[in-house]
Every structure is written in C-alpha cells, then in structure tokens.
T-cell receptor, first 115, second 118 residues
Framework: DAGVIQSPRHEVTEMGQEVTLRCKPI?????LFWYRQTMMRGLELLIY????????DSGMPEDRFSAKMPNASFSTLKIQPSEPRDSAVYFC?????????????FGQGTRLTVV | AQKVTQAQTEISVVEKEDVTLDCVYE???????LFWYKQPPSGELVFLIR??????QNEISGRYSWNFQKSTSSFNFTITASQVVDSAVYFC???????????????FGAGTILRVKS
C-alpha cells in the first residue's frame, strides 16, 4: 500500500496567488482529514470528509480556504488568494471506517511558503 | 466538545533518562479512543498506540509505556532509558464515540517537543 500521498511536497508562492494542495487517501479509507501545522498553533484540524461529504469545516480559517473531495480517491485544499500567514505544513490523513477506534494515517505533508 | 491538552511544550533530557509526556483530555462521552503519534525530524506522523476508554490497563511496548487514568482524564506516555532517536514531537489525540452517520473526528493536542541529548 502506498499510503496517503500528498502533492506537492513543497510549494513556494507569492502572496495573492492561488494554491492547490492535493491528497490521495489510502484505498478503502472513507474518512479524510486536512490538518495544518504551525509553530504557534500546533496541529489544527481544518476540515474532514466522510464518504466524500464534508462533515465539519469549522476549522477552516477563512473563506479564502476551500476543500473538495470529488471522489473517494482524491481531495484538494485550495487557498485563494494566499497570504504569508498561510505558510505552514499541511497534512492530509485518511482513516478506515466511520468509527472512532481506527487510527488515521498521514501523508508526508506539503510545506507551503507564501512570500 | 472534545479537547486535548499537552501542557509540556518542550522537554530536554540526557540519554538514558526516563521521561514522561503528559496528556489530559476533555470529553462528554463515556466511550472514546485515545492515541499517541510521533513526529520525528523528517516530518511524518507515525501512529504509536490507541487505547479505548474501557481499558485502563497500562500498556508496555519495549521502552514505551502508557498510563491511562480515567479518573484524572489523563493518558501519559513514558519512555524508559531514552535515546537520541526518540527526539521528536509527540502528539496525543482523542476521538469521541458519539455516533453520527457522519463519522468521528480526530482532535490533537499541541504536541510536546522531546529533545534527547547524548
């Protein structure tokens, strides 16, 4: 199993540009999470999907952030327009089933730098 | 609402010392799961252990051990005879059992940076 795959691994962009982060969950996992990690805030849950449906997006910081999951094998997190304070490592994680007893498997993260 | 607190921002120890990482959680549920993850300098998050709320038996895996105290809502992690390779950020996480057709989210604490010096 290839695990959770995120792309790109690193992204440097200028303020105001649109940024799209991509995630391919583990096959058969039906919950998908987007987290953001910064020194100041630690690991924050931005949004999570179950069976491709967004369930809780209360962690999405602003309207500039949006996430989609058009099918079971792909999700995107988009920031438009990007700002320097969006610089962080963004993790995608997937989890099998809808119950609380399964661990989430994480991708290697996308390190975003907005200059 | 579920919440996980890791009060220790950073801990530094000398190799071979024992170290305990604290985790305190809040939940309305009587059934829930707790997790520990390790994030080494390479950046990936590695699952270490899961524990359900009905199992308060301590668990030991090699140099790692976990102490679950439901009465104090704590799930502490101890590394015995620490090694330099244990240097990492350690996260505690909680998943509530409240069943919804929408699944259960996984909420993390802020993490504890562990530095083990040789």
């Amino acid at each position: 199993d290839a695990g959770v795959i995120q792309s790109p691994r690193h992204e440097v962009t200028e303020m105001g540009q649109e940024v799209t982060l991509r995630c391919k969950p583990i096959s058969g996992h039906n919950s998908l999470f987007w987290y953001r990690q910064t020194m100041m805030r630690g690991l924050e849950l931005l949004i999570y999907f179950n069976n491709n449906v967004p369930i809780d997006d209360s962690g999405m910081p602003e309207d500039r952030f949006s996430a989609k999951m058009p099918n079971a094998s792909f999700s995107t997190l988009k920031i438009q327009p990007s700002e320097p304070r969006d610089s962080a490592v963004y993790f995608c994680a997937s989890r099998k089933g809808q119950v609380m007893n399964t661990e989430a498997f994480f991708g290697q993260g996308t390190r975003l730098t907005v200059v | 609402a579920q919440k996980v607190t890791q009060a220790q921002t950073e801990i530094s120890v000398v190799e071979k010392e024992d170290v305990t990482l604290d985790c305190v959680y809040e939940t309305r549920d009587t059934t829930y799961y707790l997790f520990w993850y390790k994030q080494p300098p390479s950046g990936e998050l590695v699952f270490l252990i899961r524990r359900n709320s009905f199992d308060e038996q301590n668990e030991i895996s090699g140099r790692y051990s976990w102490n679950f105290q439901k009465s104090t809502s704590s799930f502490n992690f101890t590394i015995t005879a620490s090694q330099v390779v244990d240097s990492a950020v350690y996260f505690c996480a909680l998943s509530e059992a409240e069943w919804t057709e929408y699944g259960n989210k996984l909420v993390f604490g802020a993490g504890t940076i562990l530095r083990v010096k040789s």
